[in-house]
T-cell receptor
Protein backbone atom coordinates (compact mmCIF):
# COMPACT_ATOMS: atom_id res chain seq x y z
CA UNK A 1 0.00 0.00 0.00
CA UNK A 2 1.16 3.49 -0.76
CA UNK A 3 1.59 6.12 1.93
CA UNK A 4 3.47 9.33 2.67
CA UNK A 5 4.98 10.77 5.81
CA UNK A 6 5.58 14.46 6.32
CA UNK A 7 8.28 15.33 8.80
CA UNK A 8 7.53 18.40 10.85
CA UNK A 9 4.00 19.61 11.44
CA UNK A 10 5.21 23.21 11.73
CA UNK A 11 8.04 24.95 9.91
CA UNK A 12 9.01 28.59 10.38
CA UNK A 13 11.31 30.48 8.06
CA UNK A 14 12.29 34.09 7.65
CA UNK A 15 11.14 35.99 4.62
CA UNK A 16 13.70 35.46 1.88
CA UNK A 17 15.07 32.25 3.39
CA UNK A 18 15.02 28.79 1.88
CA UNK A 19 11.85 26.77 2.35
CA UNK A 20 12.27 23.01 2.80
CA UNK A 21 9.27 20.82 3.53
CA UNK A 22 9.97 17.12 3.89
CA UNK A 23 7.99 14.20 2.52
CA UNK A 24 8.90 10.53 2.42
CA UNK A 25 6.86 7.98 0.60
CA UNK A 26 6.27 4.27 0.80
CA UNK A 27 5.24 2.45 -2.32
CA UNK A 28 5.78 -0.94 -3.84
CA UNK A 29 5.32 0.46 -7.33
CA UNK A 30 6.61 3.64 -8.97
CA UNK A 31 4.58 6.31 -7.23
CA UNK A 32 2.72 9.30 -8.50
CA UNK A 33 3.38 12.05 -5.97
CA UNK A 34 1.80 15.43 -5.46
CA UNK A 35 2.19 18.53 -3.35
CA UNK A 36 -0.89 20.56 -2.54
CA UNK A 37 -1.20 23.86 -0.68
CA UNK A 38 -4.14 24.91 1.45
CA UNK A 39 -4.65 28.55 2.33
CA UNK A 40 -6.94 29.42 5.23
CA UNK A 41 -10.60 28.73 4.51
CA UNK A 42 -9.82 27.44 1.05
CA UNK A 43 -9.58 24.14 -0.72
CA UNK A 44 -6.41 22.40 -1.82
CA UNK A 45 -4.49 23.80 -4.75
CA UNK A 46 -2.07 21.68 -6.73
CA UNK A 47 1.51 22.92 -6.51
CA UNK A 48 3.21 20.21 -8.54
CA UNK A 49 3.16 16.54 -9.44
CA UNK A 50 5.72 13.83 -10.09
CA UNK A 51 4.86 11.30 -12.75
CA UNK A 52 8.28 9.78 -13.51
CA UNK A 53 9.04 12.02 -16.48
CA UNK A 54 11.72 13.98 -14.60
CA UNK A 55 13.07 13.75 -11.08
CA UNK A 56 13.13 17.50 -10.56
CA UNK A 57 9.64 18.89 -10.82
CA UNK A 58 8.87 22.57 -11.05
CA UNK A 59 5.55 23.86 -9.82
CA UNK A 60 3.70 27.08 -9.36
CA UNK A 61 4.76 30.03 -7.21
CA UNK A 62 8.45 29.15 -7.48
CA UNK A 63 8.20 25.79 -5.73
CA UNK A 64 9.96 22.67 -6.88
CA UNK A 65 10.42 19.15 -5.61
CA UNK A 66 12.98 16.47 -6.28
CA UNK A 67 12.11 12.79 -6.43
CA UNK A 68 14.85 10.67 -4.89
CA UNK A 69 14.17 6.99 -5.19
CA UNK A 70 17.19 5.98 -3.10
CA UNK A 71 15.89 8.06 -0.22
CA UNK A 72 12.18 7.50 -0.95
CA UNK A 73 11.77 11.24 -0.63
CA UNK A 74 9.93 14.01 -2.42
CA UNK A 75 10.87 17.16 -0.53
CA UNK A 76 9.41 20.53 -1.48
CA UNK A 77 11.67 23.55 -1.74
CA UNK A 78 11.57 27.21 -2.60
CA UNK A 79 14.73 29.32 -2.69
CA UNK A 80 13.25 32.42 -1.14
CA UNK A 81 10.17 32.49 1.09
CA UNK A 82 7.53 35.13 0.63
CA UNK A 83 4.91 36.17 3.13
CA UNK A 84 2.23 34.88 0.80
CA UNK A 85 3.67 31.35 1.10
CA UNK A 86 2.30 31.00 4.62
CA UNK A 87 -0.15 28.11 4.37
CA UNK A 88 -0.47 24.41 5.02
CA UNK A 89 1.25 22.06 2.63
CA UNK A 90 0.27 18.48 1.96
CA UNK A 91 2.23 15.76 0.27
CA UNK A 92 0.13 13.03 -1.32
CA UNK A 93 0.61 9.76 -3.17
CA UNK A 94 -1.85 8.34 -5.64
CA UNK A 95 -2.93 4.90 -4.58
CA UNK A 96 -3.71 1.94 -6.77
CA UNK A 97 -7.38 2.90 -6.59
CA UNK A 98 -6.48 6.37 -7.90
CA UNK A 99 -7.50 8.21 -4.79
CA UNK A 100 -4.97 10.28 -2.88
CA UNK A 101 -3.34 9.32 0.40
CA UNK A 102 -2.35 12.54 2.13
CA UNK A 103 0.34 13.22 4.65
CA UNK A 104 -0.54 14.96 7.88
CA UNK A 105 0.44 18.36 6.53
CA UNK A 106 3.07 20.96 7.37
CA UNK A 107 2.08 24.44 8.41
CA UNK A 108 4.53 26.98 7.04
CA UNK A 109 4.96 30.26 8.87
CA UNK A 110 6.95 33.05 7.25
CA UNK A 111 8.50 35.56 9.62
CA UNK A 112 8.93 39.09 8.29
CA UNK B 1 -10.82 29.00 -9.08
CA UNK B 2 -10.59 25.22 -9.46
CA UNK B 3 -13.90 24.92 -11.27
CA UNK B 4 -15.25 22.56 -8.61
CA UNK B 5 -18.25 23.96 -6.77
CA UNK B 6 -19.38 22.81 -3.37
CA UNK B 7 -22.51 23.87 -1.54
CA UNK B 8 -23.22 24.86 1.10
CA UNK B 9 -20.01 26.42 2.40
CA UNK B 10 -21.09 26.07 5.99
CA UNK B 11 -23.58 23.80 7.66
CA UNK B 12 -24.55 23.78 11.31
CA UNK B 13 -26.81 21.08 12.63
CA UNK B 14 -27.47 18.91 15.66
CA UNK B 15 -26.60 15.36 16.58
CA UNK B 16 -28.86 12.73 15.08
CA UNK B 17 -29.70 14.83 12.04
CA UNK B 18 -29.08 14.16 8.36
CA UNK B 19 -27.44 16.50 5.85
CA UNK B 20 -26.62 16.49 2.17
CA UNK B 21 -23.51 18.05 0.70
CA UNK B 22 -23.42 18.85 -2.97
CA UNK B 23 -20.57 18.96 -5.46
CA UNK B 24 -20.41 20.03 -9.09
CA UNK B 25 -17.23 18.83 -10.80
CA UNK B 26 -15.17 20.73 -13.33
CA UNK B 27 -16.69 20.78 -16.76
CA UNK B 28 -15.78 17.55 -18.52
CA UNK B 29 -14.53 15.70 -15.45
CA UNK B 30 -16.11 12.31 -14.95
CA UNK B 31 -14.59 11.33 -11.62
CA UNK B 32 -15.65 12.78 -8.29
CA UNK B 33 -13.87 12.12 -5.02
CA UNK B 34 -14.97 12.96 -1.49
CA UNK B 35 -12.53 13.63 1.33
CA UNK B 36 -12.95 14.46 4.99
CA UNK B 37 -10.54 16.77 6.78
CA UNK B 38 -10.60 16.78 10.57
CA UNK B 39 -8.12 17.78 13.23
CA UNK B 40 -7.64 14.27 14.56
CA UNK B 41 -7.82 12.25 11.33
CA UNK B 42 -6.30 14.68 8.84
CA UNK B 43 -7.34 14.39 5.19
CA UNK B 44 -8.99 11.06 4.46
CA UNK B 45 -10.43 9.66 1.29
CA UNK B 46 -14.07 8.67 1.61
CA UNK B 47 -15.39 7.55 -1.75
CA UNK B 48 -14.98 7.93 -5.51
CA UNK B 49 -17.52 7.91 -8.32
CA UNK B 50 -16.83 7.66 -12.00
CA UNK B 51 -19.53 8.52 -14.50
CA UNK B 52 -22.29 7.64 -12.07
CA UNK B 53 -20.79 4.45 -10.67
CA UNK B 54 -19.03 3.90 -7.38
CA UNK B 55 -15.41 3.09 -8.09
CA UNK B 56 -13.54 3.08 -4.80
CA UNK B 57 -14.29 3.30 -1.11
CA UNK B 58 -12.06 4.54 1.64
CA UNK B 59 -12.74 5.19 5.29
CA UNK B 60 -16.39 5.96 4.83
CA UNK B 61 -18.78 5.19 7.66
CA UNK B 62 -21.91 3.17 7.01
CA UNK B 63 -23.93 6.23 8.10
CA UNK B 64 -22.51 8.06 5.09
CA UNK B 65 -23.46 7.48 1.49
CA UNK B 66 -22.93 9.20 -1.81
CA UNK B 67 -24.13 9.16 -5.36
CA UNK B 68 -23.30 10.73 -8.68
CA UNK B 69 -26.11 11.82 -10.94
CA UNK B 70 -26.40 11.71 -14.76
CA UNK B 71 -25.35 15.36 -14.96
CA UNK B 72 -22.22 14.27 -13.01
CA UNK B 73 -22.86 16.30 -9.90
CA UNK B 74 -22.47 14.35 -6.70
CA UNK B 75 -24.05 14.37 -3.28
CA UNK B 76 -22.66 13.12 -0.01
CA UNK B 77 -25.31 12.17 2.53
CA UNK B 78 -24.43 12.06 6.20
CA UNK B 79 -26.98 10.65 8.61
CA UNK B 80 -27.34 10.05 12.37
CA UNK B 81 -24.75 12.75 12.82
CA UNK B 82 -22.38 12.62 15.75
CA UNK B 83 -20.15 15.30 17.25
CA UNK B 84 -17.16 13.57 15.71
CA UNK B 85 -18.52 14.14 12.23
CA UNK B 86 -17.69 17.82 12.50
CA UNK B 87 -15.13 18.39 9.78
CA UNK B 88 -14.38 19.98 6.47
CA UNK B 89 -15.66 17.88 3.58
CA UNK B 90 -13.96 18.30 0.24
CA UNK B 91 -14.99 17.23 -3.18
CA UNK B 92 -12.42 16.82 -5.94
CA UNK B 93 -12.78 15.97 -9.59
CA UNK B 94 -10.52 14.55 -12.27
CA UNK B 95 -10.78 13.83 -15.95
CA UNK B 96 -10.98 10.16 -16.65
CA UNK B 97 -11.46 6.78 -15.08
CA UNK B 98 -7.79 6.03 -15.47
CA UNK B 99 -6.66 8.94 -13.39
CA UNK B 100 -3.04 7.93 -13.13
CA UNK B 101 -0.98 11.07 -12.81
CA UNK B 102 -3.99 13.27 -13.43
CA UNK B 103 -4.26 15.77 -10.62
CA UNK B 104 -7.45 16.09 -8.69
CA UNK B 105 -8.95 19.55 -8.50
CA UNK B 106 -10.52 20.47 -5.18
CA UNK B 107 -13.48 22.57 -4.25
CA UNK B 108 -13.39 24.96 -1.31
CA UNK B 109 -15.14 22.48 0.93
CA UNK B 110 -18.19 22.39 3.15
CA UNK B 111 -17.56 23.02 6.82
CA UNK B 112 -19.92 20.88 8.88
CA UNK B 113 -20.41 21.74 12.52
CA UNK B 114 -22.41 19.43 14.77
CA UNK B 115 -23.78 20.99 17.94
Amino acid sequence: AQSVTQLGSHVSVSEGALVLLRCNYSSSVPPYLFWYVQYPNQGLQLLLKYTSAATLVKGINGFEAEFKKSETSFHLTKPSAHMSDAAEYFCAVQTGANNLFFGTGTRLTVIP
Amino acid sequence: DSGVTQTPKHLITATGQRVTLRCSPRSGDLSVYWYQQSLDQGLQFLIQYYNGEERAKGNILERFSAQQFPDLHSELNLSSLELGDSALYFCASAGSRFDYNQPQHFGDGTRLSIL
